[in-house]
């Protein structure tokens, strides 16, 4: 049952890659929309960081795993990303030197390949926290399946029209992200099934983990491409999403 639950869960909230992507492919949505639907994503985000994943993993060990699971995973994000920028700039530096005139229009490098491989990058200690809460709770974590949704939503949004403008087919779009969205609710059963029987450091040690990973994305992704876009506005919506993932929790 339990594997059920995390496959379930794990796409339920990756899969909203799909929304966006077929908002995307249908409708040619205001930038400003998308950054608000990401800065509400990253407040729900936050207080789900905060009052579920932190608390919860503090109640079940302890101070010490919670503190070294969450600066590793802060670490390993942001390591990660950068390398992975880079690895996408050299190839992006080598792609215009051979054709340079096939990137124009399109803002990102890999014509969106860099948002897939960021949903990649995210979604695997996304896909792992929630088999960890299902270990953890043996019911359907909302909260955090809420939270990963909205986060992912402006994210398929945005990758999607990208690759749209670099010429990547409709079907094309929708096999990666489908293929992200399988790999990540694989890596959340595989989570549940290693960790079902782990003692409370351990889980409590992912669980951090997971969340400075998840704390790193939306710091330096979310929060600051919402602002880009909608300005001092923004921090109102993060703040209205934190207050709903609050009273969801509350509730």
Do not use: C, Q
């Amino acid at each position: 049952m339990e594997v059920l639950t995390t496959a379930l869960a794990a796409g339920a909230a990756i899969g909203t890659l799909l929304i966006g992507a077929a908002v995307a492919l249908i409708w040619d949505i205001p930038r400003t929309i998308v950054a608000a639907i990401m800065a509400f994503g990253a407040g729900v985000m936050l207080a789900t960081l905060a009052l579920e994943l932190v608390a919860e993993s503090r109640e079940a060990a302890g101070i010490r795993p919670v503190v070294i699971g969450f600066g590793v995973g802060a670490v390993l994000y942001v390591g990660g990303d950068r390398l992975v920028e880079r690895l996408l700039s050299r190839h992006d530096a080598r792609h215009r030197s051979r054709n340079i005139h096939s990137r124009r229009g399109t803002a990102h490098p890999g014509g969106g390949g860099a948002f897939a491989v960021g949903a990649l990058l995210d979604g695997i200690p996304e896909s792992l926290v929630i088999g960890v809460l299902v270990a953890l709770t043996g019911g359907f974590p909302a909260a955090m399946v809420v939270a990963i949704g909205l986060s992912n939503i402006p994210e398929g949004l945005a990758g999607s029209a990208a690759m749209l403008r670099a010429g990547r087919s409709k079907r094309t779009i929708l096999g990666l992200w489908s293929s992200i969205t399988v790999i990540s609710m694989v890596a959340a059963v595989l989570g549940t099934a290693a960790l079902s029987s782990a003692p409370p450091e351990v889980l409590a040690f992912v669980v951090s983990l997971a969340a400075g990973a998840l704390l790193a994305m939306v710091s330096n992704a979310m929060i600051p491409e919402a602002y880009e876009e909608d300005h001092w506005l923004s921090g109102l919506i993060v703040a209205a999403g934190f207050l709903v993932a609050f009273v969801m929790n509350e509730l």
